[in-house]
């Protein structure tokens, strides 16, 4: 099932969550609402849940076309898994997940029998049937999201509605989780949509990805159109790290290095780290001159804590192991930074 | 010449004599012990028993006659009713209260919050006083209330109405910290999955409170039953009609009738002693079950 939302509009007293928000989530999607804490995502996530309703007269929701903007989550099919699980404490993991077949009227009601056997069959897919009969407070971080997952699955919803699914889970369990999420939607073509703060997690898995800023929507694309071309230098600073260098600084020899379309002189130049050529200083040839003021070299890539000899402006810089063994590089080194991939805003921003 | 004190070595000489709070010595120990246990002895284990032996004091003869007296039976039939009344009532109002406070927004919350602990912050006769000036033969009320020939002061539902009124905070204050650090994810949770009002209520918060409810309920109760100066206030003293078992304990004292007096109180000192078993079983309950 599709979901749109027109408008959205959302204040919490003078606060301004949701300024004007539209989305479009087409069937079959895992979409991304990817922002900072206070973005108003998870408003908008709510909000198309039904847990929170639009400011009146301000927008509508739509799944597969038809306004569901008045009507409560109860009745909208939906799955939502809360960052913190939400998972009932005092029933089994069982009755967890049976409940939204329980409380159904008499009449829509499963026997006991059926019900059994789909809480067994959920269980099993999201690979947890051994413990059908242990409590929450029995699981570990990973299982009690899984639970809350089969739970929100066994009402069978037409959407489904993650927030922050993988916020509380240490950094291991994250990723295999999110890559299981991953297959586990390909598996059930389920229309979804989950809420995170972090890119990585974003670009990874989604199809889609909609970039959240104060209120309003910043970008939507696939994760390789808002990598490659962001819209907006909040993008550029969100999808990673960035090097923000002042234009005038960049006269001179560097000028020379880049391409002839790229920065207008009093703007301001937004390279990643890993963007950045080392060469050493008297090599000669192009490139601006900087000190090298710390190397970090645990890890895959080595990075480089750099400042311009011209403006004294810190530069990071990544560039792989061997080439740092390669330039013998020390701490107060001279060197040459070039530029081979940059990006600049027409816009005025200040950080 | 005296070594000076920063130096390392007088640090090291000077620090077996300084006391860490966790290294206080035995003697101090012992005695702050003692301290807390005298006091204990005095001002509650010797009362109690004070208690009971005056009510003992004619005999077991005379403290069943002193109990089976058609006046202090009316005076536990009233308590227990007036109990079972305002119990009741408290816990509806509590946990609709806790329930507000706790999973809404809603302008005026605050001012929701200091207005169930009035009734803590006001001495019990005052809130006594209250409901003979709204429904006194003076009061607001009072001369609608006397045409249509209905008594509230100096009656039953005066008694019920003050009792509720001292012991309302019970309930709701034990529940609002409970229910707040519980959040309302749950209760979304439930509604998302398609469960009513009712049933969220009824499946998911209720068994999620039900230990500090029973708290509540316990103490609410156990102050209901004592309630001494409220009722007093709206009561009238009428025998065998108004008392509830604490007036009657003071009548029987103000009559010289040790004996039966302190045979009655024994009961509500009974009551006290049940009610403080309960209590650490229900903490016991929410510690283990936490």
Redesign the interface.
């Known amino acids: 099932m599709s979901i749109e939302a027109h408008g959205i509009r959302k204040k919490f007293g003078a606060y301004t969550a949701l300024d004007g928000v539209d989305l479009n989530v087409p069937q079959g999607k895992l979409v991304a609402l990817l922002g900072p804490s206070g973005s108003g995502k998870t408003t908008l996530l709510r909000i198309i ?3 929170e309703f639009p400011d009146p007269g301000s927008g509508r929701v739509l799944f597969h076309g038809e306004d569901v903007t008045d009507v ?5 099919r ?3 898994v ?1 960052q ?1 699980y ?5 029933m089994s993991v069982f009755e967890n997940v049976a ?2 077949l329980r ?2 009227k008499r009449s829509h009601r499963p026997t006991n029998a059926s019900i059994a056997e789909r809480a067994h069959r959920l269980l099993e897919l999201v690979q947890l049937d051994g413990l059908a009969g242990r409590y929450p407070s029995q699981l570990s971080g990973g299982e009690r999201q899984r639970v ?1 997952l089969a ?2 699955l ?2 069978e919803p037409k959407v489904l509605l993650l927030d922050e699914p993988f916020g509380a889970l240490d950094a291991r369990v994250r990723k295999d989780l999110r890559r299981w999420l991953r297959r586990f939607h390909d598996e059930i073509q389920l229309t979804t949509i989950f809420v995170t703060h972090d890119q990585e997690e974003a670009l990874e898995i989604a199809d889609e990805v909609v970039i959240m800023n104060k209120a309003h929507v910043e970008q939507v694309g696939t994760p390789q159109q808002v990598y490659d071309k962001p819209a907006s230098p909040f993008v550029y600073q969100f999808l990673g790290n960035v090097n923000v260098l002042r234009a005038p600084a960049l006269a001179g020899s560097l000028r020379r290095g880049l391409r002839p379309d790229e920065p207008a002189p009093d703007g301001q130049i937004f390279v990643r780290p890993h963007d950045i050529e080392v060469t050493p200083h008297d090599a000669g040839g192009s490139g601006l001159s900087a000190i090298v003021r710390h190397i970090h070299a645990a890890g895959p890539q080595a990075r480089l804590l750099v400042e311009q000899v011209q403006t004294r402006e810190h530069v990071e810089v990544e560039i792989s192991r061997s080439e740092l063994t390669d330039l013998n590089l020390r701490v107060n080194d001279l060197i040459r930074l070039r530029l081979r991939q940059t990006h600049s805003f027409d816009e005025d921003y200040a950080i | 010449m005296a070594v000076p004190t920063t130096a390392p070595f007088a640090n090291r000489h000077v620090r077996p004599a300084t006391h860490r709070a966790n290294r206080d010595p035995a003697w101090a120990r012992w005695a702050l012990t003692a301290v807390a246990l005298v006091f204990l002895a005095f001002f509650l284990v010797l009362p109690l028993l004070a208690v009971f032996a005056q009510a003992f004091a004619k005999g077991g003869a005379y403290f069943l006659a002193a109990i089976r007296e058609p006046e202090a039976l009316a005076s536990i039939r009233l308590t227990l009713f007036t109990v079972a009344v305002a119990v009741p009532s408290n816990v509806v109002f509590g946990v609709a209260a806790a329930w507000a406070i706790a999973k809404f927004r809603f302008p005026g919350k605050s001012l929701l919050t200091t207005l169930i602990d009035l009734p803590f912050a006001v001495s019990p006769v005052i809130s006594g006083l209250i409901y003979v000036l709204v429904f006194g033969a003076q009061g607001w009320f009072g001369p609608w209330l006397i045409e249509h020939n209905i008594r509230i002061i100096f009656a039953v539902p005066g008694i019920i109405l003050a009792t509720t009124f001292v012991t309302f905070p019970f309930v709701a204050r034990e529940l609002i910290p409970l229910m707040q650090a519980q959040g309302t994810d749950e209760e979304y949770s439930a509604v998302t999955l398609g469960a009513s009002g009712w049933q969220t209520f009824w499946r998911v918060t209720l068994p999620n409170i039900r230990w500090g409810l029973l708290y509540g309920i316990i103490l609410c109760n156990a102050r209901a039953m004592g309630e001494f100066g409220a009722v007093s206030v709206v009561s009238g003293h009428i025998r065998g009609e108004t008392n509830t078992m604490p007036l009657h304990v003071e009548i029987l004292y103000n009559e010289y009738n040790i004996a039966g007096a302190f045979a009655v109180a024994s009961l509500l000192a009974l009551l006290a002693l049940a009610t403080l078993v309960l209590k650490s079983l229900v903490e016991w309950r929410q510690t283990g079950t936490a």
Do not use: I, Q, S
Not at chain 1, 86 to 90: G, I
């Open positions: 849940a039904g847990l409560p989550a109860g009745k909208r939906v799955g939502f809360f913190h939400a998972l009932f404490k005092h409940f939204g409380v159904r809350a739970r929100a066994a009402v």
